[in-house]
Structure formats: structure tokens, C-alpha cells
């Protein structure tokens, strides 16, 4: 930044002299701007309805603003402004108190809830005195390196006694929270704050009692404690709330200040004012963190169109007879997939003597219409790459004990394009689970014609049917939790080494004891392979070409704990490379799933 240049030395307030302090302060005040409204509106973004982001947002916030005030401050001096930027330090301070309060357990928040509301009267008070109280801070004009100055009078004291109480506040909450058996689950946010409370010290003792004080000291020790609450945040949102993934954290990160950072060194090249930079800078962070937030709510609404399916789907199986199976239920949800995957049009159709009559629609012919469907229906899924008379581009087969019950068919998308893996992975599933009700069906039509003679046996049969519909279908329709499906997956990749087992974070998600971490290791290997077994459809495994229901099971047990090379299982199983991969994270799926079931259980 041209410190000192020609343009500039008219203007009051700018430092002079020797430039590497000015450049060093600036850029140290730029960049934790910019890390400060990343931080806080990428926390939002993954978890605004937790009280613990929420928190987290205005602190983040109120630091960015600081910063640039402070950024501001240096080429452009506002009177009083040392003021508020000392506001938003006091706003930042009591609500990253009121975040570790939150952390606490509902029984000990309850026991300071005096301390919170003593603390948020004295922030205040504070920051009414500070405001409004001329020349609070001495010799602010000329004085934008170094940390402002006060005189040891009334605002200086209250401001110091607050600092000091609301310090002392956060770490008493860290110490109920040891208390608690929380201080590992939370040793981030206590490293976080207690970076703050050093802040603090510091800017206590430098604003009256040390020589003027260099500002950069201070503003990195603020930085560093708010990039530490940002992880700290972030890291709650993932393996606590399971807002997001935590690979999505330095991935954004450096996209982010990567682009801030090229906005900054144009408007350098443009010999832009190094206040225009700043503000240039701050408006690139706020564009892209508006267009992340914008594109998580949009993932947010898919997710709730593919949760509306499954459990339309669970809704169908809780009715009864084969109206439950036909008509407007089972539409809507067929409805739901083609607005989750965007198709024109799509069907379920069901099998009838070689050809299929369609059970239900969605932007297509009428139910009841027969039709030849016109392809080979080998595998669990076909593309249609020619013209199909229904505009058909994808179709799945509803496969049961390999015999083809129906079929799922999509059109193209409305914008154009083409599938993804997900929308394909997402039509499997919704194939096999309508294979599932049309066979639960089947033996519920089978069961009608014995029961016309036996009206007791009926009524047992019909209530364990219905039953284990509803219990089946609970199940398929839990999706599981993406950290859990990657913790499952590095476990089964890693499935003989005890030792990488024992540092997975199943140990600690499934209550795995051991006395070392390969006792763990151990001890979780033999709990994935039970949990594993009970995936089998049967006792003995058949011999080859086994049948479709064996897939998942084969795949799994072959490929992680026999090593057996996925080119010899695709052999075994007469399937695709494509298929064989399907199967595979279907199959890891369901394992994840009944791990969390476990967890529940347990």
C-alpha cells in the first residue's frame, strides 16, 4: 500500500515516517476484516437456528467491524471512533460469554444465570459511558498506530472492571465445565478464550499503564483468538450438531480470502485509495459469503423435498390395503424425487405379463396406461440413450429375489443437463424401496386368500405385517449422517490396521471400550463385522451368480474383509463397474445407518 505517497501526506492522521509499521498494521487490520466476516457468515450460513452460531456470528461480526474501523482509522481519523471500536469490543466480549455459558449443561446455566445478567449491565454501562463521555481516549488525533491511551479516571476504570469481570466470567464457565467432564469435548473454545482473556491483560495494561503500545501485538492476539473460535465453532457444528463437513471449512476458507485477496492487490494496481481497498475487500467477502449462504439454504430446501419423499414413502406403508399402495400416496412421492432430482416427467410402473402398467405419474400418461418398456433391464439401473415413446432417460428396476416387480422411470431435467452420481444414487434407493412395498403387498394379498378361511390368523399375520412395514421402512427412510458414512468407509478401508481403528472417531460414537487404542481397534473391528453379519439375507451364503439380495453383503464382506479385488467381485457378481460402485456406497450406507441405530439403541 503506498504509505507516505504525495497524494496523501495533506490528509491528517496519517502516520509518517517509517512505513513498515503502517504496512504491517494495515495489513494485519485487512486481513482479520476479512477473516472475521468469512468466519461469521460461514458459521451462520451451516447453523443459524443454533444458539451457539448465533453467538458465534455477532462475535465474529463485531470483530470484523473492529478491524475495520481500526483499517479505516489509520488513513482517514474519525474523532471518537476509538470509542465504538472499544463498543464492539465490549458487544463481542459479553456475548463469547454468553457462548460458553451455552455450552454449559441446562442444570449448571441455570446457576449463573445472575452472572449473565450482572455481566450484560455492566457491558452497558460501559459502553453508554464510553460514548458519551468527551475525550475518553487521549490524544486520539495523530495516534493510529498505537493502542489508544486513557486517563486512569471513571470510564477508565469501569471500562477495565468490566474487561476484567467478563474475563473472569468465561473462564469460571470453562471451569463448570471441567466440572461437567466437558474440557476435552471443549479444549478449543477454552484455547479460543483464553487467548481472549491474554487480549484482554494486555489491553488493559497498555491503555494506561505501559508506554504507548504498538497496535500490532494486540490486534494479532485478537485475530488469533477469533480464528480459533471460528474452528471452534465450526468444528461444534460438525461433530456435535452435524450441521456441515469439516473438509468444508479450509475449503471455503481459502477460497474466500484467495478471491479477497486478488480484489485487494487490483484495486493496488489501480492505485485505488487505501481506504477503497478495504471497503473493496469488504464488500468481495460479503458478495461471496452471500452467495454461500444462499447456496447452503438452496441445498437446505433439497434436502427437506428428499426428506418429504421418504417420508411420504413411510406414510404409504402405515396405510393399509392396496389403495395405500396406488393413487395419490404413492404420486406424491414419486412427485418428491422428480423435484429432487429436477425431471420433466417420471413413473413407477409395475409388471404385468411382460409388459408394465403404470401405478403412478408425474408430468406423464395416465395411470392404468400399458406399455413395453423397451430395454433390456439388466443391473439397477438402465439409461434409455435413444428416443423412448414415454420420454423416458433413466430407468430402475424394482427388483425383489430377482424377479423385476416395477419400474422407476425419469425423464429429462428441466434445466438440461444431466444426472449427477447423487441423483442417480437417489433413484436407486427410491427403486428398492418401492420394491420393497410391492412385495410387502404381494404378501399381504397372499396372506388375504389363506385368511379367508382362518379370520383369526388373519389378524395376527396382518398386525405383524403391518408392523414390520412400518419398522422396515422407518429405518430405510433414516438418511445417515454424512460423517458417520466417512467414518464407516476409513474404517473399512483400514479394516486390519487395530491401530488406525483404534484413533477412528467410532470408537468414541459407539462406547468401544479397551485399555489401549489397538484393544479398541480390536474391539471395534469385531463390532463392525457383527453389526456387518446381520446384513446377511440368510444363514449360508448361495453359490454363484448369487442373487440380488446378497449384493450389498457380498460387496462389503469380499472387498473389506476377504481384499478380495473389485475386477474379481464384479466377475462374481456379473455386474458393471458402475453397478459395483452403487452397491458399494448403498451397501456402506445401510452399515452407516445401522450403526447410528446401534447408537441410538445403546
Not at 104 to 110: D, G, K, N, T
Request: charged share 20%; aromatic share 8%; glycine share 8%.
Amino acid at each position: 500500500m503506498r504509505f507516505g505517497a504525495n497524494r496523501r501526506e495533506t490528509k491528517p492522521g496519517l502516520p509518517k515516517g517509517n512505513e513498515l509499521l503502517p504496512a504491517l498494521t494495515a495489513t494485519l487490520d485487512l486481513t482479520g476484516m476479512s477473516i472475521g466476516l468469512w468466519l461469521a457468515f460461514y458459521v451462520l450460513a451451516r447453523g443459524y437456528r443454533s444458539g451457539i452460531t448465533l453467538r458465534g456470528f455477532i462475535v465474529l461480526l463485531c470483530i470484523a467491524l473492529f478491524f475495520f474501523g481500526a483499517y479505516i482509522n489509520i488513513f482517514n481519523q474519525i474523532p471518537g471512533s476509538a470509542a465504538w471500536r472499544a463498543v464492539l469490543l465490549i458487544t463481542a466480549l459479553f456475548f463469547w460469554y454468553d457462548l460458553t455459558r451455552k455450552l454449559l449443561p441446562i442444570s449448571m446455566r441455570q446457576r449463573t444465570r445472575v452472572l449473565r445478567w450482572a455481566s450484560l449491565f455492566l457491558a452497558v454501562a460501559t459502553a453508554v459511558v464510553l460514548v458519551t463521555v468527551p475525550n475518553a481516549f487521549l490524544g486520539e488525533a495523530g495516534n493510529s498506530l498505537n493502542i489508544g491511551r486513557m486517563a486512569i479516571e471513571f470510564p477508565f476504570l469501569l471500562y477495565a472492571i468490566y474487561m476484567i469481570e467478563i474475563s473472569v466470567a468465561m473462564l469460571f464457565n470453562h471451569s463448570l465445565m471441567g466440572k461437567a467432564g466437558l474440557s476435552r469435548k471443549y479444549r478449543y473454545f477454552f484455547s479460543a478464550t483464553l487467548l481472549a482473556v491474554v487480549n484482554v491483560a494486555h489491553g488493559i495494561l497498555s491503555l494506561a499503564i505501559l508506554p504507548p503500545q504498538s497496535r500490532v501485538v494486540q490486534d494479532g492476539l485478537v485475530l488469533a483468538s477469533i480464528v480459533v473460535l471460528g474452528f471452534s465453532v465450526a468444528r461444534h457444528q460438525t461433530f456435535v450438531e452435524r450441521r456441515t463437513t469439516f473438509r468444508d471449512l479450509p475449503v471455503s476458507g481459502l477460497t474466500v480470502l484467495g478471491v479477497s485477496g486478488i480484489f485487494a492487490a487490483a484495486g493496488l494496481a489501480l492505485d485505488l485509495t487505501p481506504e477503497a481497498v478495504g471497503v473493496l475487500v469488504a464488500l468481495a467477502v460479503l458478495s461471496l459469503a452471500s452467495y454461500d449462504f444462499i447456496r447452503v439454504a438452496l441445498d437446505t430446501v433439497l434436502h427437506r423435498r428428499i426428506s418429504r419423499m421418504r417420508q411420504q414413502l413411510l406414510r404409504i406403508a402405515r396405510g393399509s390395503g392396496d389403495a395405500a399402495l396406488t393413487g395419490a400416496g404413492i404420486t406424491a412421492g414419486l412427485r418428491s424425487l422428480c423435484q429432487s432430482v429436477q425431471a420433466e416427467e417420471g413413473l413407477v410402473a409395475r409388471s404385468r405379463s411382460g409388459d408394465f402398467e403404470i401405478l403412478a405419474n408425474y408430468n406423464t400418461v395416465s395411470e392404468g396406461t400399458v406399455f413395453d418398456v423397451g430395454v433390456d433391464l439388466k443391473g439397477d439401473l438402465v439409461e434409455i440413450n435413444g428416443r423412448h415413446p414415454l420420454e423416458l432417460s433413466w430407468v430402475a428396476p424394482c427388483t425383489w429375489a430377482g424377479e423385476t416387480l416395477a419400474i422407476v422411470g425419469i425423464g429429462m431435467r428441466t434445466s438440461g443437463g444431466i444426472y449427477n452420481e447423487g441423483d442417480l444414487d437417489l433413484l436407486t434407493e427410491f427403486a428398492d424401496q418401492v420394491a420393497l412395498l410391492l412385495h410387502l403387498e404381494d404378501l399381504q394379498v397372499q396372506q388375504s386368500d389363506r385368511l379367508s378361511v382362518l379370520a383369526a390368523e388373519y389378524q395376527a399375520g396382518q398386525v405383524l405385517l403391518q408392523t414390520g412395514k412400518e419398522a422396515i421402512l422407518e429405518r430405510i427412510s433414516q438418511k445417515p449422517d454424512a460423517e458417520v458414512v466417512s467414518w464407516v468407509e476409513d474404517a473399512l478401508r483400514n479394516l486390519s490396521d487395530y491401530s488406525h481403528l483404534g484413533r477412528s472417531p467410532l470408537v468414541n460414537y459407539l462406547g468401544v471400550d479397551g485399555e489401549t487404542h489397538l484393544d479398541q481397534g480390536r474391539r471395534l473391528r469385531e463390532k463392525l463385522l457383527e453389526i456387518m453379519d446381520v446384513m446377511r439375507p440368510s444363514e449360508k451364503r448361495p453359490s454363484e451368480p448369487l442373487p440380488r439380495e446378497w449384493y450389498s453383503y457380498a460387496v462389503l464382506y469380499d472387498a473389506y474383509v476377504e481384499d478380495v479385488p473389485n475386477r474379481e467381485i464384479m466377475a462374481r457378481l456379473y455386474i458393471s463397474e458402475g453397478t459395483f460402485n452403487r452397491t458399494r456406497r448403498k451397501a456402506i450406507r445401510a452399515l452407516a445407518r445401522s450403526i447410528q441405530e446401534t447408537q441410538l439403541a445403546g
